[in-house]
């Protein structure tokens, strides 16, 4: 069983707490936060043994075998650095950097150290996701030619919160964006056999709120020639959450495709569609999306490996979907 030190006192931590308590593959041991007061009582409150507001303390921690990083956007690169300098492995929440000198950086020294880097994308974890892919792979719905993702939701405007606070990686994009592009590459990726699917030509627009964040935007991504992609993203919209993949012979509908309940399991669902009718799979699921991610993790490092493969998330994906976000982000602010 892993012993984890947690970073970041927040929503996100807490639920990657919860889930490594339901599991078997791993306990949380230090949380760290910068307030030692909070911290502690952070650490209180979901049953984390101990706490610090001492990096060095827990990444000299020989007991710490793994590290997992809640912390807002802008320290992800940072803290990652430090942990792999360190030995410690790492998975670090979305997006791990936010510009691609911080990412490269991450990577080279995760490679550098030899120790496991992961970004946390919870979707890839989840059975739904296996099994769409396993359906790609079939062709039930034969040449892949239109892919429809989205996430969004509508958050009220407020310059305090990280959402729109340009210092702390606020935007639409760097937020909830990853989603769907990650997501349009896998499927693309699949259908044509790359990987990563790098697309060859990505466009996007969008409108920004005060301070010059991206509030709502579209891209557009396309492969070979052959596959189209129509990404959306916002915190000013209620979007919701919608994957669509439109064939020769069909088209594939999750309506969930993010699957991210942070406390209770769901079951995934997949409707394909064709002209010789319609059916519904359901994929059942007994853990929650970090649940899977967390015991994933586990089996990766007691595996020896040094980064995941695609579905999960591998080092070219993140790569390539770092530098997307980042164009995707200046294309609407003209910041990252």
Wanted: proline share 6%; glycine share 12%; net charge neutral.
């Amino acid at each position: 069983m892993l012993n984890w030190g947690i970073i970041g006192t927040g929503r996100i931590a807490g639920t990657f707490i919860r889930a490594l308590q339901a599991g078997a593959s791993g306990r949380p041991l230090i949380v760290l936060g910068r307030d030692p007061e909070r911290t502690r009582r952070f650490a209180a409150e979901h049953n984390v043994p101990e706490s610090t507001a001492n990096l060095r303390v827990l990444l000299l921690d020989p007991r710490i075998d793994a590290v997992y990083i809640a912390t807002p956007h802008v320290s992800h690169a940072e803290l990652s650095i430090a942990a792999l300098k360190m030995g410690k492995p790492v998975l670090c929440e979305k997006p791990m950097a936010l510009d691609p000198q911080s990412l490269d950086a991450v990577l080279d020294e995760s490679r550098r150290s030899g120790r496991l880097f992961l970004e946390g994308y919870i979707y890839r974890w989840h059975p739904q996701t296996a099994k769409l892919i396993e359906l790609l792979q079939a062709g039930v719905i034969g040449e892949i030619h239109l892919i429809e993702s989205a996430f969004g939701f509508a958050a009220k405007y407020d310059p305090a919160d990280r959402l729109f606070d340009p210092a702390l990686g606020g935007g639409a994009i760097w937020d909830v964006g990853g989603y769907p592009l990650s997501m349009a590459m896998l499927v693309a990726g699949t259908a044509l056999g790359r990987n990563p699917g790098n697309p060859d030509r990505f466009s996007a627009g969008g409108v920004t709120a005060p301070g010059n964040i991206d509030l709502t935007s579209c891209a557009i991504a396309v492969w070979g020639g052959r596959i189209v992609a129509q990404l959306s993203c916002s915190i000013g919209a209620t979007v919701g959450a919608f994957l669509r993949i439109h064939g020769s012979q069909g088209r594939i509908i999750v309506p969930n495709p993010w699957v991210c309940n942070r406390t209770d399991p769901e079951d995934g669902v997949i409707r394909i569609e064709r002209e010789s009718g319609c059916g519904e799979i359901r994929v059942p699921a007994d853990r929650t999306s970090f649940c899977y991610e967390a015991d994933g993790f586990a089996r990766l490092l007691e595996s020896g490996a040094r980064e995941a493969v695609s579905a999960p998330f591998s080092v070219a994906e993140s790569r390539v979907l770092g530098r997307l976000l980042k164009q995707w982000t200046e294309a609407v602010s003209g910041q990252g």
